[in-house]
């Protein structure tokens, strides 16, 4: 089972990016997906999740206002869409899949991929 997390790079504050997340070895469609980022040297943190019918999602309150959630089950691919980013966005940004929702905790989540980089220029 490998998840994968794309869509960064680089851009300017006050730019916007929308990172995917995809899956091999199970159907994404049905797991509920969780969006975390982990800053240069700091601690893994939850950022959003959602439901795996995508009815229902919900984001940290530090995201909240500049990040989305959605999903499309056709494509088995979850999306994270940051608004306005800031340069406090720069992380390595990581999906992950579990079959409860809603989960906010790293260890409640059995199925990770490698992240994507978003780096954000002042």
């Known amino acids: 089972v490998q998840l994968q997390a794309s869509g960064g790079g680089l851009v300017q504050a006050g730019g916007s990016l929308r990172l995917s997340c995809t899956a091999s070895?199970?159907?994404?469609?049905?797991?509920?997906v969780g969006w975390f980022r982990r800053a240069p040297g700091k601690e893994r943190k939850f950022v959003a999740t959602i439901h795996w019918s995508g009815d229902n999602t919900y984001v940290a309150d530090s995201a909240e206002g500049r990040f989305t959630i959605s999903r499309d089950n056709v494509k088995n691919t979850v999306y994270l869409q940051i608004y306005s980013l800031k340069p406090d966005d720069t992380a390595e940004y990581y999906c992950?899949?579990?079959?409860?929702?809603?989960?906010?905790?790293?260890?409640?989540?059995?199925?990770w991929g490698q992240g994507t980089l978003v780096t954000v220029s002042s």
């Open positions: 070895g199970l159907t994404l469609s049905d797991y509920a």
């Open positions: 992950a899949a579990v079959k409860l929702w809603p989960r906010m905790r790293e260890y409640e989540y059995p199925y």
